[in-house]
C-alpha cells in the first residue's frame, strides 16, 4: 500500500506499519475464513468499508 496522492492517509498513520497490518490481516483470513458462512463478495466488501472508513462510528477515529 502506497499512498499516491499526499494526504490520503491520516496524519500520524505510519505507513508501513498500515501496510504490514493490512496484509497481514487479509493473508491470514484464508485460515478463518469459511466457505459456509459469508461469501467472499461480503468478506472483501466488509473488508473495504473497514479499511477505508474506520471501525468507530465518530468521524474522528483517532486514538490516544
Same mark, same amino acid.
Given at each position: 500500500?502506497? *499512498? $499516491? $496522492?499526499? #494526504?490520503?492517509?491520516?496524519? #500520524?498513520?505510519?505507513?508501513?506499519?498500515?501496510?504490514?497490518?493490512?496484509?497481514?490481516?487479509?493473508?491470514? *483470513?484464508?485460515?478463518?475464513?469459511?466457505?459456509?458462512?459469508?461469501?467472499?463478495? $461480503?468478506?472483501?466488501?466488509?473488508?473495504?468499508?473497514?479499511?477505508?472508513?474506520?471501525?468507530?462510528?465518530?468521524?474522528?477515529?483517532?486514538?490516544?
Amino acid at each position: 500500500m502506497r *499512498s $499516491t $496522492t499526499p #494526504g490520503q492517509l491520516r496524519p #500520524g498513520v505510519d505507513e508501513r506499519l498500515a501496510r504490514m497490518l493490512i496484509l497481514g490481516s487479509l493473508n491470514w *483470513s484464508t485460515e478463518w475464513w469459511q466457505p459456509r458462512g459469508e461469501s467472499v463478495d $461480503t468478506l472483501v466488501q466488509n473488508a473495504k468499508r473497514m479499511l477505508n472508513g474506520g471501525f468507530l462510528k465518530e468521524v474522528d477515529n483517532e486514538v490516544d
